[in-house]
Nanobody
Framework: QVQLVESGGGLVQPGGSLRLSCAAS????????MGWYRQAPGKQRELVAN???????NYADSVKGRFTISRDNAKNTVTLQMNSLKPEDTAVYYC?????????????WGQGTQVTVSS
């Protein structure tokens, strides 16, 4: 079993900041990519940012320059620092990990954490 546990969501005013964290635990032996997705009401889930175990990052155009993703390979954690938040960033944010479990590469998801940007 593999668990991804997220923390750090909440309510923030436009222009504010939030920091999301996600910790992976369980039988995952190696995590190739960790990332964050989000899903707003009535919209499809979309990639926000991801990072490889080597540190290469990828961001959605809508968050470039505002969000920063980082990870700690030793602790199997990933963090998303979100600055200059906008109302359109409001969504449920999901942690994602692609990793090796029992010899097979598999995809894992957290339960989601709500981020609301509103005045």
């Amino acid at each position: 079993q593999v668990q991804l546990v997220e923390s750090g969501g909440g309510l923030v005013q436009p222009g504010g900041s939030l920091r999301l964290s996600c910790a992976a635990s369980g039988s995952i032996r190696r995590i190739y990519v960790m990332g964050w997705y989000r899903q707003a009401p009535g919209k499809q889930r979309e990639l926000v940012a991801n990072i490889t175990e080597g540190g290469s990052t990828n961001y959605a155009d809508s968050v470039k320059g505002r969000f920063t993703i980082s990870r700690d390979n030793a602790k199997n954690t990933v963090t998303l620092q979100m600055n200059s938040l906008k109302p359109e960033d409001t969504a449920v944010y999901y942690c994602n990990a692609d990793g090796l479990v029992a010899g097979t590469v598999a995809d894992f998801w957290g339960q989601g954490t709500q981020v609301t940007v509103s005045s």
